[in-house]
């Protein structure tokens, strides 16, 4: 995928594609076997547990079998990376693709088996380590892109202007129901009175539209 991405006729940002994939790659090596070193290499940290039942073995059985034969699969790339009609790019972008990651798990294996080249360890760069931990920085522009705005909003609207609206119908609502229930008093003469008034209320409405 790094060999046909490169192609500068089939994207103006062929090449950058590709560097920033071999660079990837690159660091995906030297963090891969940092942690396979560290596990398999390195002095004992904790006493393993003992395996819990026969639940374990057909997962792992399948991984496995999937990472011994899945490279004999070809996924279908051409809708995503079709053939240059300018050729093939040139050949030192596979030797460097694959030069890379090599160059990766070398780092990784002095730095982390031999225990030579410790200055490439992040502790030795407590800034470089503080920024890769905070996520090169996207937590802090997250925080003034997205949340800080939010809540600055959320301020200015904690009066909920929105629900406004339905919490003014709920008072108009309260309101009549406070005003017809002084209606019902339990006298009687006080419902004939209402009865009659309404009657002629509609008579005259009646008579008016005749």
Known sequence: MLY?????????????????????????????????FMVFFGPQKAQPHEPKGWQFHPPLMILAALSLVAGWFVLPTGPVLPASPAGHPPTWTIVVAIAMPLLGIGIAYQVYVRHQWQGLRLAQWPQLRQ???QGWGFDGLYQRLLLTPFTALALVNRHDIIDGVPKLLIQLSRFLHGLFSQLQNGQLRFYIATLASAAIIVLALALKVL
């Open 131 to 133: 920024f890769l931990f």
């Open 4 to 36: 046909k991405g490169f192609t500068p006729r089939l994207s103006a940002h062929g090449p950058w594609l590709w560097a920033g994939g071999v660079l990837g790659a690159f660091i995906t090596a030297i963090y891969s076997f940092r942690l396979l």
